[in-house]
């Protein structure tokens, strides 16, 4: 089935070449150019990903916007029955898309399964969600000054066309955490999938297409985003742009994409702040998991930790401890490894281990780990570190985690609402009311009480501050988010 279903997508053969789709047919594009998709296990080529050209990006944003009106017009009930029975056939393919994740961007099998299973979850949400989305009516007579002699009535209508940029580590996920809801709320997508993570992404479009996604709505367009991506988001079509990637890169959309309406996540050096009454034992496990689960390569995970010198010292053996318990770094096909494969390449472990060394020259000590290997790191924990030095001023998206002594926790809050990144925050501590008057003095987008930062559940608001993000996404969040309001005021006659 998976190769009778996925057909159209590719050449079949071996690595295969995989086509872009323009919203009619998987076709290979004409200029002739692909790019390597080599798995970071270890080095073997997966495949090709077409790089389109922009006369073929124009051709794909003509037929979206040309084809939108007619989809924000379908029935959403007919719309949210596509989206269930997408849903399904996520489910349906949960094994095959499982090991193709695995191979393409390295996750552990527990991982990848549990990124399957929670897109087609989460694509179900987004269609029970959307049937209670609706408008409103408002009367004039509300405001001082005015009558009933007007009436507004609000709706909720598309941005028009969507352009849906997902990132390696998460390219099934938050490629449908994008999709769905813009597809919901009538929106057209055109879905750009990262280089590395492009084939499972290929794959998750041609899942919508099967589905019953009419011609038009949905496009998947593939290349570098050096390439293609500036004139993608800056392109006179693209009704909004939804992206998730480094803040360097969304700060660059931005200034490509003036006046649409943006919705992003970025960059996340995400702080946890333990108090000196937190149950230590938990405040570990919870940044061992928060540190190292996927070797650290997820937005949420904590990047480095704050507390007395005491404090540190207690939590640096327990930590140390459970990262030998708990953490088994290997090929992620092994059922041995547990949270630490390897990062997305060697030249991204170089660049890690480049700001590791860079910091160590500047007091920091190896309390563990700190090796390399390719595109495999050690899971590495630093102490004696200071917030300017690489490990923290830059967001490290690796399996390393930072120790910060701090005099006070005044001095805690002044670190972290220092830092450009916003995005989450934890807080250990056994009073909850300590946590709460704690966290008010965050500026980040969330504040943990006694967990490490995550994305979910998905109904929860999720959103990053400073250069962490713009916007709110979460189901309820992210489908108002793919709409905008438009007020019609009718006047009654006097």
């Given at each position: 089935?998976?190769?009778?279903?996925?057909?159209?997508?590719?050449?079949?053969?071996?690595?295969?070449?995989?086509?872009?789709?323009?919203?009619?047919?998987?076709?290979?594009?004409?200029?002739?150019?692909?790019?390597?998709?080599?798995?970071?296990?270890?080095?073997?080529?997966?495949?090709?990903?077409?790089?389109?050209?922009?006369?073929?990006?124009?051709?794909?944003?003509?037929?979206?916007?040309?084809?939108?009106?007619a989809w924000e017009a379908t029935p959403l009930h007919q719309r949210v029955k596509i989206m269930h029975l997408a849903a399904d056939w996520v489910r349906h393919f949960e094994e095959y898309l499982t090991t193709l994740l695995v191979n393409e961007v390295g996750k552990t099998a527990d991982d990848a399964?549990?990124?399957?299973?929670?897109?087609?979850?989460?694509?179900?949400?987004?269609?029970?969600?959307?049937?209670?989305?609706?408008?409103?009516?408002?009367?004039?007579?509300?405001?001082?000054?005015?009558?009933?002699?007007?009436?507004?009535?609000?709706?909720?209508?598309?941005?028009?066309?969507?352009?849906?940029?997902?990132?390696?580590?998460?390219?099934?996920?938050?490629?449908?955490?994008?999709?769905?809801?813009?597809?919901?709320?009538?929106?057209?997508?055109?879905?750009?999938?990262?280089?590395?993570?492009?084939?499972?992404?290929?794959?998750?479009?041609?899942?919508?297409?099967?589905?019953?996604?009419?011609?038009?709505?949905?496009?998947?367009?593939?290349?570098?985003?050096?390439?293609?991506?500036?004139?993608?988001?800056?392109?006179?079509?693209?009704?909004?742009?939804?992206?998730?990637?480094?803040?360097?890169?969304?700060?660059?959309?931005?200034?490509?994409?003036?006046?649409?309406?943006?919705?992003?996540?970025?960059?996340?050096?995400?702080?946890?702040?333990?108090?000196?009454?937190?149950?230590?034992?938990?405040?570990?496990?919870?940044?061992?998991?928060?540190?190292?689960?996927?070797?650290?390569?997820?937005?949420?995970?904590?990047?480095?930790?704050?507390?007395?010198?005491?404090?540190?010292?207690?939590?640096?053996?327990?930590?140390?401890?459970?990262?030998?318990?708990?953490?088994?770094?290997?090929?992620?096909?092994?059922?041995?490894?547990?949270?630490?494969?390897?990062?997305?390449?060697?030249?991204?472990?170089?660049?890690?281990?480049?700001?590791?060394?860079?910091?160590?020259?500047?007091?920091?000590?190896?309390?563990?780990?700190?090796?390399?290997?390719?595109?495999?790191?050690?899971?590495?924990?630093?102490?004696?570190?200071?917030?300017?030095?690489?490990?923290?001023?830059?967001?490290?998206?690796?399996?390393?985690?930072?120790?910060?002594?701090?005099?006070?926790?005044?001095?805690?809050?002044?670190?972290?609402?220092?830092?450009?990144?916003?995005?989450?925050?934890?807080?250990?501590?056994?009073?909850?009311?300590?946590?709460?008057?704690?966290?008010?003095?965050?500026?980040?987008?969330?504040?943990?009480?006694?967990?490490?930062?995550?994305?979910?559940?998905?109904?929860?608001?999720?959103?990053?501050?400073?250069?962490?993000?713009?916007?709110?996404?979460?189901?309820?969040?992210?489908?108002?988010?793919?709409?905008?309001?438009r007020p019609i005021v009718i006047n009654k006659p006097q």
């Amino acid at each position: 089935m998976p190769a009778e279903f996925f057909a159209e997508i590719s050449d079949q053969k071996t690595p295969p070449t995989y086509n872009y789709f323009n919203g009619s047919q998987w076709v290979p594009s004409s200029s002739g150019k692909t790019t390597q998709v080599a798995s970071p296990i270890d080095g073997s080529v997966i495949g090709f990903l077409q790089v389109v050209t922009t006369a073929e990006i124009d051709a794909v944003m003509d037929k979206a916007a040309a084809s939108q009106p007619a989809w924000e017009a379908t029935p959403l009930h007919q719309r949210v029955k596509i989206m269930h029975l997408a849903a399904d056939w996520v489910r349906h393919f949960e094994e095959y898309l499982t090991t193709l994740l695995v191979n393409e961007v390295g996750k552990t099998a527990d991982d990848a399964k549990s990124e399957i299973k929670r897109t087609a979850d989460l694509m179900d949400y987004f269609a029970d969600e959307a049937q209670s989305i609706h408008g409103e009516e408002i009367d004039s007579d509300n405001f001082p000054g005015y009558d009933k002699g007007r009436i507004a009535l609000i709706e909720r209508v598309a941005h028009g066309v969507v352009v849906a940029i997902a990132p390696f580590n998460y390219p099934v996920n938050l490629a449908g955490s994008k999709i769905a809801p813009a597809l919901l709320m009538g929106n057209n997508v055109v879905f750009k999938p990262p280089t590395q993570g492009g084939i499972s992404g290929v794959h998750l479009a041609q899942i919508f297409r099967k589905a019953g996604v009419p011609e038009g709505v949905i496009s998947c367009v593939t290349g570098k985003g050096e390439e293609i991506g500036d004139y993608l988001v800056g392109h006179p079509k693209a009704g909004m742009i939804a992206f998730t990637g480094s803040s360097d890169t969304g700060v660059a959309i931005a200034g490509k994409a003036p006046m649409k309406p943006l919705l992003f996540e970025c960059g996340g050096n995400n702080p946890a702040v333990v108090l000196p009454d937190a149950d230590m034992s938990l405040a570990a496990r919870e940044i061992v998991k928060g540190a190292f689960s996927y070797a650290g390569q997820r937005c949420t995970a904590i990047k480095y930790v704050l507390g007395t010198r005491e404090t540190l010292e207690t939590l640096e053996t327990l930590v140390v401890k459970m990262l030998a318990e708990l953490v088994k770094m290997g090929d992620p096909r092994s059922p041995e490894t547990k949270m630490v494969g390897p990062v997305i390449s060697a030249e991204v472990a170089e660049h890690i281990e480049k700001f590791i060394n860079e910091s160590v020259a500047a007091g920091a000590k190896v309390a563990v780990g700190g090796k390399r290997n390719g595109a495999y790191l050690e899971p590495t924990v630093l102490t004696s570190v200071r917030p300017e030095m690489p490990v923290v001023a830059q967001e490290i998206f690796g399996p390393v985690a930072s120790f910060i002594a701090v005099a006070d926790y005044t001095e805690a809050i002044r670190i972290v609402n220092a830092s450009r990144f916003g995005l989450q925050a934890s807080v250990f501590t056994k009073d909850e009311g300590t946590g709460l008057v704690f966290a008010k003095q965050l500026n980040v987008g969330s504040v943990q009480i006694n967990g490490s930062p995550q994305r979910g559940p998905d109904h929860f608001p999720f959103l990053g501050v400073k250069h962490s993000g713009i916007g709110v996404q979460g189901v309820r969040y992210s489908l108002e988010a793919m709409s905008r309001l438009r007020p019609i005021v009718i006047n009654k006659p006097q």
